[in-house]
């Protein structure tokens, strides 16, 4: 506590600034940090946790809190307002009009994935984020990811001052120590230094890190990623000598193979990819040439439930499946290898050939004879090298240079960054409990919680005398260091950034930054040479350009292009020999795999960061929780159901987590998926789901091998936002092959018969002004669901916590919509994204009593939220059950909330963080409990739209306004504009023929209408399925 | 005088058995008012107080916290609030329809019950009153329900089946209340007179209006009591009729039928009738009355039971039937869905209580049985609450998308709060049995011998 | 024959207290016949036939209620009417602002209740209630009037009152008792 005291003495002294925006008053500031959290709890009104029911016990503990409360405010209730300074908003931002929002390009990196993003900054802070157009991996869209990156930046939980074991000290306090580090080991020439970072794309940084080796040469560099591409990159080493990264045009493709590749959901470059297949896959821009894709994959992904034909195989199955096809290539005469391999692949070929599915084969390999030269295969990063460097042989042979392209790694001199991750951290461990080593610098990261669990890293952070962590979050590595360093948010810092293709981007800061923070670069500086600032630094790397120049850079956030593709280097068998002589044949035995995958959080890193923890899963619909992922048989074969928890032990290790039943999951299979069950995260992350990093090892890290499975009796409950995965035929979504729809173009409004619906009265006609409409293409939406996030980023929709998301009460305006098709493993799924329709003889309105939803002028349906009492009656009679109900004061009762300081009466009750508030949307109203509220076609775009055209004198332009799911779309599958323009791209997407309108029999006359899915599937394969269905 | 008893029966059963004399009935009917409460009324006024302390703390707790204090979810935005609210509208009807449709049909058998019924439904109103207002999400602006201008002078929309049910059940409320009143002010008169105490003599006498039953004043009376009673009749069956509009206006497959509006009323009338005979079981064996609330008239009201459970029973067939003849899967679904879904539980239930446990009243013996009508009494009530429930929560947890398909689960603030509300109920009719003639004394005096004038052969008279 | 204590100086009428319904009915008949308009019965029900008896007008109150019917029909319909159509108008669910037939469940909701209130207040209107203080309630007689006597008062402002005459004619209709209200002696 008294650390805290001075901290705020210090903070008063130093930083004014900071003090300003971030602190109510000084008795709020010094219980900032921990006796914060005491204060909330005096204050819970019963239920202040999201994950506390509203209980029994809960309500007697309220009882007692108002008679208390009550009594206390009989003392104290006085109207003697707490001393607060207000800050005239006299100086404001460069080039800021009032309620106009700036956009500055910057660019965010997730591993070595970078996206460049737009940041939207309102009065000086960013509350959305959208994608960069001009740059080469984002190309206007946004993933999950980037999207709730936002709320990161404002998390209350994040490391805000340094830190030295627990002790406040100051940012000068930590450079002037790090330079006195620095010092003394330039004699040993860094003997005693060693850096673990998270993998880094910064141009800046290398240079940096140039002089750090050349300065230290004796120091030793780590780099730790649990998600990485380390197979995919050595793999194509291991036969091209070169560090390559492959580039794939989904859209230039007519045959898509995918080996255990999510590469359309959370793959590095999904955004791209998504963008790419969708445009492969859309009836109308490729002329009803669409692509036709096979998915091998143990669990059902998004990429999975977008195949045409789905092959549920075990992943360690995957590579033998290859080779059986390959063999089969090889008799086809359509490939070439050395005869080495030849011989190789054919006998680990011949160990699985009776395994296989033939018919699935056979259609396969047709179907690669037919399109020779359109094929491309692509392999998941969990698969084996050897699978990479074959694949590598088969697409240089299978497809034309158009379809993929190979670029060097940009870093590869680098040995730590090509040294594969695994054994970089088994190394850094070895290396540590050398002892050599004093002084311990962690970029980011927390590979205490991530490392392989063979790999002792609290053991070997014991031999080291002076532990510095960097770090957003305070987590379990920063509970075992020293020195606490609080990391620079990407949208607070300057930095560059280097795509995988090659391109570079500038990250430029949008806000000052919240906190005492540095960011990599920064420290790197600090070690190098002396500490100078972020922009410095960056401007140093980018010297060739002129300021000019530099000013457009800055501008377009785009530093380089693309860099040329390297094509045609003569490969050598050698490396991808060696690895295959390693395979084992293929035995027979009936063993249990694991597999790990990445999930909505990441690796962890996102795990405090409530919107994610509560976007459902692209197929579980699982929120706030991981599970291990089995399917129907071997649920029946351990006569295990949802909910059941289970011990999972593999050799030594084992944990105890609840399974999850999911169709589509391949039998003898367990998914577990990464970043859940954090010990120290943050007051939402902490302790939500299970923690399956004690699973890995470093010999089996993407795989384990004979794991066995026993159910404890033990049940869990799972807050999954749809129970119910049958779509019962009704016809919701619909799609049909692509030769059905040549055929019967009108099918899917031919789905439902629907007679000529008569109004009892003359209804009102919308013929004149904008009148708003949306078509949701099926044909091009993956389920990846960044709508969801994008929307509950722009419009304040508050995250409700798993206890209210088990009662049914989830917030999200638009949701995306799963069902199941088939049965058991086999089984596949369709993703339907469902907002508010917008009916123009909307149920809703007629039956609200105080008039609070009615129809606007120009065909949205709108809600008045001061109107609203709450009567829930609009909800009961919405036929797609959109309409979202304030149970609760949900900005309130997140953890996060705060109580108010006692201004009058009423003020114990909450208010959401200050720094989260700088978050909302200022546009759109921040909804009290006891209200409706859903989809307003985001209503202050539209008067966006609509003032900024005015201003012009000129009609909106078509695109002009954009929904913010719309935006955010990778598949650009959500189309938004005027219906009455004939020229704008909504009406052309409502004049298709497979254009439908859900429950249209209802005589809704909705404005949002669906585009039918097609499919492309292998003929035969297509009779054989069809056959066995219906005998 | 035994003897008078047998010289005027109105060939029928006799209305008061054992012709007592006018003083006498007054004596019997007022004596509960007058006497010190017995034992019973004390011990059960503080039970249900106690019950509606835990509806007021309910309440409370719910409108400090939200209405997420309630089981409530996304398909199901309605539940118990609006299941109980229905219920006792419901139960409510009976008192009307005795003291009005069975005074429009001369039916003086209901002179015994009309007051006690009446009370009843009042009571049962302002408990059905509650739910709607606590239901709302934001309980301090409920008055955007009530036709107050917005200082745009925006109205509440009158398109809204919600907005017909404020003004039903309010109109039928303050209808109600008038109708009662009117019929206690010659009553409240007697007492006023027979008040011995200072403190008794001013309450009842400014209740009393300065009742003189003069007969110019009778003769207003008369008709505006007959008026009351023809506005009355037609108004009952309008607010069930409206209160069914909440469902069968909207478009939810299971709410969404032309059959509601006298399904309802049905409904609300067996319910009802059931309820009169509950209370009037107890009051009768407490106070004594048994030959003024006679067996006869409990037959009478069994009769009734039999006849409108037979209604519901027809009602429930002919939903069923029109679901498959209609040919629309949605709603074929959602009646299937009510039989054999996740809550096919509460469907049998309703199924049982109140279509196959009537049937027995087709017996006489069983007819008139006391016990027996008492329990076959409380079925009948359980059973219509479930209908409710069923009508209610079925169809909305499972509707158009199977996406957004759920399932409820009352919370304990749920099942307290409908447990609280018989607690109001009760409070509300124990006062009324304490300070009110639970009998319309004037009503029964005017049918009996002594009042009819042209019976003047000299027998016919009792001296006082 | 018994005084009642004299609480107004001022001469109310004369009491006659009667068995049953039937002699208060013959006994009304005959004051009727006798020529005396200003005269009150009073008894624990309404009697069949009194009305008759004493020559009364048919009550009015038909006609009350009608027209508060007919105010709440009227009222009701064209408030909505202009609430929604005129006052602010809204678009909802695609109607006309004008939607005449949803108005009509609240339009006869308001009508019965304007009805009720006019027969309710109406009745209190016609017999003057609430009167708390009325010159009648001072005599005894009065006092079982609404539990089990029948009363008869012929009253001084009738133009034909002459104390000792209208006593010696209630003597001859046998009453039980008679008694005077107010001060006999002016």
């Not at chain 1, 699978?387 to 379809?403: G, I, P």
């Not at chain 3, 006659?16 to 020529?35: C, N, P, S, Y």
């Not at chain 3, 209190?124 to 008869?152: A, C, D, Q, T």
Request: charged share 20%; proline share 4%.
């Amino acid at each position: 506590m008294s650390s805290l005291e001075d901290l705020s003495e210090e903070e008063k002294r130093k930083k004014p600034m900071l003090k300003k925006r971030f602190y109510r008053s000084q008795s709020d500031l010094s219980n900032d940090e921990s006796s914060g959290r005491f204060k909330e709890r005096e204050f819970q009104e019963g239920a202040a946790f999201l994950d506390a029911p509203v209980s029994r016990r809960t309500f007697l503990k309220l009882m007692g809190a108002t008679a208390a409360l009550a009594g206390a405010s009989g003392c104290s209730f006085n109207f003697r307002k707490p001393v607060q300074t207000i800050y005239p908003y006299a100086k404001r931002s460069e080039y800021d009009v009032a309620d106009q929002s700036l956009y500055f390009a910057t660019s965010m990196a997730l591993g070595e994935d970078v996206v460049g993003v737009l940041a939207k900054s309102y009065e000086g802070r960013p509350i959305k984020i959208e994608g960069n157009p001009s740059h080469s991996q984002s190309l206007g869209a946004t993933g999950i990811f980037q999207q709730s990156s936002l709320l990161d930046l404002y998390d209350p939980d994040r490391q805000k001052n340094v830190s030295y074991l627990g002790k406040y000290r100051s940012k000068e306090d930590f450079s002037a120590w790090l330079k006195g580090v620095s010092t003394e080991h330039f004699a040993t020439q860094g003997e005693g230094l060693c850096i673990l970072t998270e993998a880094q794309t910064s141009p800046t940084f290398y240079r940096l890190m140039k002089r750090f080796q050349l300065k230290f040469p004796k120091a030793k560099v780590f780099s730790y990623e649990p998600i990485n591409n380390d197979n995919r990159l050595r793999g194509i080493y291991s036969v091209t000598g070169r560090w390559y990264q492959p580039d794939y045009f989904y859209d230039k493709a007519r045959l898509i193979v995918s080996l255990d590749s999510d590469f359309l959901g959370l793959e590095s470059g999904s955004l791209l990819a998504t963008k790419r297949f969708a445009n492969g896959r859309d009836p109308e821009k490729t002329q009803n040439k669409l692509s036709r894709m096979y998915v091998c994959e143990p669990q059902l992904t998004v990429t999975g439930s977008k195949a045409d034909h789905r092959l549920a195989i075990k992943g360690l199955r995957v590579e033998y499946f290859l080779y059986v096809l390959v063999a089969k290539l090889l008799d086809a005469r359509v490939v070439t290898l050395p005869s080495t391999l030849v011989k190789q692949v054919r006998r680990l070929a011949f160990s699985y050939e009776k395994e296989v599915d033939i018919d699935f084969l056979r259609a396969l390999v047709e179907d690669i004879l037919k399109y020779r030269k359109q094929v491309l295969f692509v392999a998941g990063p969990r698969q084996p090298e050897q699978v990479h460097a074959l694949l590598y042989l088969l697409n240089k042979q299978l497809s034309s240079r158009t379809l993929h392209r190979y670029r060097s790694h940009a870093y590869q001199q680098f040995s730590f960054v090509t040294e594969s991750n695994v054994t970089s951290i088994r190394n850094f461990a070895a290396h540590l409990k050398t002892g050599v080593v004093d002084t311990f610098l962690c970029l980011g990261g927390d590979p205490v919680y991530q490392a392989p669990s063979d790999v002792d890293v609290v053991g070997a952070l014991k031999f080291v005398k002076n532990k510095v962590h960097v770090t957003l979050h305070e987590n379990d590595t920063s509970t075992h260091c020293d020195w606490v360093v609080p990391r620079s948010h990407y949208l607070e810092s300057w930095g560059d950034l280097k795509a995988s293709d090659g391109s570079s981007s500038v990250v430029q800061p949008v806000i000052r930054p919240l906190y005492d923070s540095l960011s990599d670069n920064e420290c790197m500086s600090l070690l190098v040479s002396s500490y100078s600032d972020g922009y410095r630094l960056l401007r140093a790397t980018w010297r060739q350009f002129s300021n000019k120049q530099w000013r457009s850079c800055l501008h377009n956030g785009v530093l380089s292009v693309p860099s040329s593709d390297e094509w045609g280097v003569s490969f050598s068998d050698r490396g991808c020999l060696k690895a295959l002589s390693k395979v084992k044949l293929f035995k027979r035995n009936q063993y249990m795999e694991i597999g790990f995958v990445s999930s909505f959080l990441y690796d962890g890193r996102f795990s405090n960061n409530g919107w994610l923890q509560e976007l459902p899963d692209s197929i579980s619909k699982l929120t706030w929780d991981n599970a291990a992922l089995i399917g129907v048989e071997t649920a029946s074969k351990f006569s295990l159901k949802s909910g059941d928890v289970v011990t999972l032990r593999v050799k030594d290790r084992d944990i105890d987590i609840p399974v999850f039943v999911l169709p589509g999951h391949v039998s003898d299979s367990i998914t577990l998926s990464l970043g859940y069950g954090r010990r120290v995260a943050g007051r939402v992350g902490e302790r939500k789901g299970f923690d399956v990093y004690p699973m890995i090892r470093t010999d089996d890290f993407y795989f384990a091998e004979k794991a066995t499975l026993i159910k404890t009796g033990d049940v869990y409950p799972f807050a999954s936002t749809q129970e119910h995965g049958s779509m019962e035929d009704r016809p919701f979504y619909r799609q049909a092959n692509l030769s059905h729809y040549i055929k019967h173009p009108e099918f899917a409004k031919e789905m439902v018969e629907v007679e000529n619906l008569q109004s009892l009265w003359k209804e009102r006609e919308f013929t004149d002004g904008n009148q708003w409409g949306m078509v949701i293409d099926l044909a091009r939406c993956t389920g990846c669901s960044v709508c969801t996030i994008a929307c509950q980023a722009e419009n304040n929709i508050p995250i409700v916590g798993k206890e209210e998301v088990l009662n049914g009460r989830e917030m999200h305006w638009i949701r995306v919509d799963r069902y199941f098709e088939g049965e058991g493993e086999s089984a596949t799924a369709v993703h339907q994204p469902v907002a508010c329709l917008h009916c123009e003889t909307a149920p809703c309105e007629q039956v609200c009593p105080v008039a609070a939803t009615v129809h606007g002028e120009e065909g949205t349906n709108d809600m008045v939220y001061n109107r609203c009492v709450g009567t829930r009656y609009c909800a009961d009679n919405c036929p797609a059950k959109v309409r979202r109900f304030n149970y609760f004061d949900y900005h309130q009762r997140n953890p996060q909330a705060q109580s108010k300081d006692r201004v009058h009466f009423f003020d114990y009750l909450k208010e959401p963080d200050p720094t989260i508030q700088l978050q909302f949307n200022p546009n759109v109203t921040v909804r009290m409990r006891g209200v409706m509220e859903k989809c307003s076609f985001c209503i202050q775009r539209i008067m966006k739209g609509k003032s900024d055209a005015g201003n012009d004198q000129r009609d909106i332009l078509d695109g002009e306004v954009q929904t913010a799911c719309q935006q955010a779309c990778p598949a650009e599958a959500i189309s938004f504009g005027n219906i009455l323009d004939k020229n704008s791209e909504v009406f052309k997407k409502k004049d298709l023929h497979r254009d439908y309108h859900i429950l249209n029999e209802l005589h809704l006359k909705a404005r949002v209408s669906y585009s039918a899915s097609i499919t492309n599937p292998n003929s035969h394969l297509a009779h054989k399925k069809e056959s066995a269905a219906h005998g | 005088m035994g003897d008078t008893s047998v010289n005027y029966d109105l060939q029928r059963h006799p209305l008061v058995e054992g012709g007592p004399d006018l003083k006498t009935v007054s004596d019997v009917i007022s004596q509960p008012v007058e006497v010190k409460p017995p034992t019973w009324w004390l011990i059960s006024i503080v039970g249900s107080i106690s019950i509606l302390t835990l509806l007021l703390s309910m309440v409370g707790y719910l409108v400090w916290e939200g209405v997420g204090v309630w089981g409530l979810n996304n398909p199901v935005g309605w539940g118990f609030a609006i299941v109980n609210f229905v219920f006792w509208v419901g139960i409510g009807h009976a008192g009307t329809l005795i003291s009005a449709i069975l005074f429009l049909f001369r039916q003086k058998w209901r002179t015994s019950i009309n007051r006690f019924a009446e009370a009843m439904t009042i009571f049962a109103v302002i408990c059905a009153g509650l739910f709607p207002g606590i239901h709302i999400g934001r309980v301090w602006v409920a008055y955007y329900l009530f036709p107050i201008p917005n200082s745009m002078w925006l109205w509440p929309n009158f398109k809204s089946p919600l907005l017909w049910d404020v003004f039903a059940v309010s109109t039928y409320f303050t209808v109600s209340l008038l109708f009662w009143f009117v019929g206690l002010v010659p009553d409240l008169a007697m007492l006023r007179d027979r008040s011995t105490t200072k403190i008794r003599k001013v309450l009842y006498g400014i209740f009393a209006l300065g009742w003189r039953g003069a007969n110019r004043h009778w003769q207003h009376y008369e008709r505006s009591y007959l008026l009351l009673a023809a506005l009355a009749t037609p108004l009952v069956l309008s607010v069930h009729s409206i209160v069914s509009f909440d469902f069968a206006v909207s478009q939810l497959p299971g709410w969404h039928t032309t059959i509601f509006p006298p399904y309802f009323v049905a409904g609300a009338i067996f319910s009802g009738f059931a309820m009169v005979v509950t209370l009037m079981v107890i009051a009768r064996e407490l106070f004594g009355l048994k030959h003024i609330m006679t067996l006869h008239h409990l037959e009478c009201m069994n009769k009734i039971i039999l006849a409108t459970g037979m209604m519901v029973g027809y009602a429930y067939a002919m939903e069923f039937f029109m679901a498959w003849y209609s040919g629309n899967e949605y709603e074929a679904f959602a009646f299937v869905n009510r039989a054999f879904g996740p809550y096919y539980w509460a469907y049998w239930i309703m199924v049982s209580c109140n279509v196959l446990s009537p049937q027995f009243f087709w017996f006489k013996k069983l007819r008139r049985s006391i016990p027996f009508m008492f329990v076959i009494s409380i079925f009948v009530n359980i059973g219509m609450w479930f209908e409710r429930f069923v009508i209610t929560v079925t169809s909305l947890h499972r509707d158009f998308m199977p996406s957004s398909w759920g399932y409820y689960k009352p919370t304990f603030v749920d099942v307290c709060t409908f447990i609280g509300s018989f607690g109001l109920f009760f409070t509300l009719f124990l006062l009324f049995l304490k300070f009110l003639p639970m009998i319309a004394v004037f009503e029964i005096k005017g049918v009996m011998p002594q009042a009819n004038p042209h019976a003047h052969d000299g027998e016919g008279h009792v001296k006082n | 024959m018994s005084k009642t204590r004299h609480l107004s100086s001022k001469l109310y009428g004369v009491v006659a207290e009667f068995d049953t319904a039937t002699d208060l009915l013959q006994a009304a008949k005959k004051v009727r016949e006798e020529g005396y308009v200003s005269f009150e019965t009073y008894s624990p029900f309404p009697i069949h036939g009194m009305d008759d008896a004493m020559k009364l007008k048919p009550s009015i109150m038909g006609w009350i209620t009608f027209l508060g019917g007919s105010i709440g029909l009227i009222g009701g319909f064209s408030f909505q009417s202009w609430a929604q159509a005129i006052a602010y108008p809204y678009i909802i669910s695609g109607k006309p602002f004008f939607s005449y037939p949803a108005f009509v469940p609240v339009t006869f909701e308001l009508m019965v209740l304007f009805s009720a209130f006019a027969a309710v207040f109406g009745m209190f209107i016609l017999n003057g209630l609430p009167k708390y203080h009325h010159p009648v309630f001072e005599s005894k007689l009065m006092e079982h009037v609404n539990s089990h006597s029948f009363v008869l008062v012929v009253e001084a402002v009738d133009a034909k009152f002459q104390l000792d005459e209208v006593k010696t004619f209630l003597q001859g209709l046998d009453p039980k008792e008679i008694d005077v209200i107010g001060d006999a002696n002016d």
